[in-house]
């Protein structure tokens, strides 16, 4: 008896394992870290501000940011309204952004 | 006295010849396995070697433009009819064809090993690093290759689409099978920084973005993605305490923004809100660019990525040796207007 991994079960790893980096990368448990993350570089801003950028807004991890590029499209970010909802109501209340929109 | 030490293992004897070894389940892969620029790109379907699209643009504005009045269009002292297509303009890019493979013996297969090295790791890592190739063929300043008998087809890289001087026909680019990019669609020169004598200073990044502004005349969804050299020099020697009228450029002011040497990299996305607009600052996989004086100003909404086949495992037969097999993927990159973009390449 071998115990080499049969030619169904290579085919059903093959699912697990490109969807290895999806599951990392979207892992609730390590939202946390990624919270605490942007927090801090949202701290770094406080009080100060960019000649050429302007104030900083929000620091959205890049994992959350691309999902939602991908839920609401490239290009959701310049739309005015919806920056402001997610600063204030998100951005602002978790401490990830150092300004409010 | 002499002691039977540790180090007595000399084979077949010594004191040491029963000593276990320690080994700690503690690899790390230190690499970072993201892919910035890929991640913004809108996905769509190509279908052939040569992936093309359209651009176009609209003429200058005339400010004298004025009818005299009763003057019918087409007649006599009215206005001409005009072809409003003149500059539609097509452009190309060929495809890439990334792949890794992978293999891991019968032997290695069964034994027990403190790092996971069986065939479902190996097939894991193939696949991130695959991810890696098609963000750094992207970041690239590598020419379009048309594939043929011993040469593999490559993608122009979007160090080539936002520098003139690197398309084919303009000089250095040796290898560059795509359609040159006609001028009125290029990267301006303005938004093009890679003087090694020049500081990055605020006024020459301002000029850059001013420089795209002056193209397009709209607020763009406008993100730099950032090598460490480039991010550092901008937060970090650019950033000011409020109302400060000193600027700090030369010393900054200890605000520190994803700061490292390239393995520390910290993915948030900065999102500013100034008189450009709102733009985002990413970090970029510093494994992906060619250097880290390197940095994209982009606007996804003029960039895509034509995927001919995304990304997948193929296991092989295993023929005796052990589990094979590859992991590939097949894309291009279109670029529907390289004169909204900027790039820098180089600073002091």
Known sequence: MSNLPSEDELFENQFRVLNTQMEATFNPKMEQKRIE????????????????????????????????????????????????????????????????? | MAFDASFNSTPPTGSGVGNREQLLDLTTVLSPRQAPVYGLLPKQAATADLVEWTVDNLRTPDASNAVVEGIDVGTSGGDALKAQFGSLSRLNNRLQHFRDTFNVSKKQEIMDSVTPVRIQEAEEKAASQVLRDIEAAICSDNGAVTGAAGAAGKLRGLGVWTDPTLESGAGSQADDDVTEVPDAFKTKAGARLGDSTLELTEARFNGMLTSIFEETGEQQDMILVAGTSVRNSIIDGFTR?????????????????????????????????????????????????????????????????????SMGSTMLEDQGGGPRGYIDAMGTLCVKGPNGLGKITNFA
Request: hydrophobic letters at 35%; glycine letters at 10%.
């Open chain 1, 37 to 101: 993350a942007a927090r801090k570089s949202a701290s770094q801003f406080k009080g100060k501000e960019h000649p050429i950028f302007g104030k900083h807004i929000g620091s959205v991890p890049m994992n959350e940011y691309y999902a939602m590029n991908k839920k609401y499209g490239v290009g959701f970010s310049n739309d005015d309204e919806f920056m402001k909802y997610l600063n204030n109501k998100v951005l602002m209340p978790n401490g990830m952004a150092a300004n409010r929109l």
């Open chain 2, 241 to 309: 305490v409020q109302n400060s009228t000193v600027a700090s450029y030369n010393t900054g002011n200890g605000t520190t923004f994803n700061q490292g040497d390239g393995t520390d990299v910290n993915y948030n996305v900065e999102i500013f809100q100034g008189p450009y607009g709102i733009v985002k600052i990413i970090s970029a996989n510093p494994k992906c660019l060619p250097d880290q004086k390197r940095a994209y100003l982009l606007d996804p909404s003029l960039l895509g990525w034509s995927e001919a086949m």
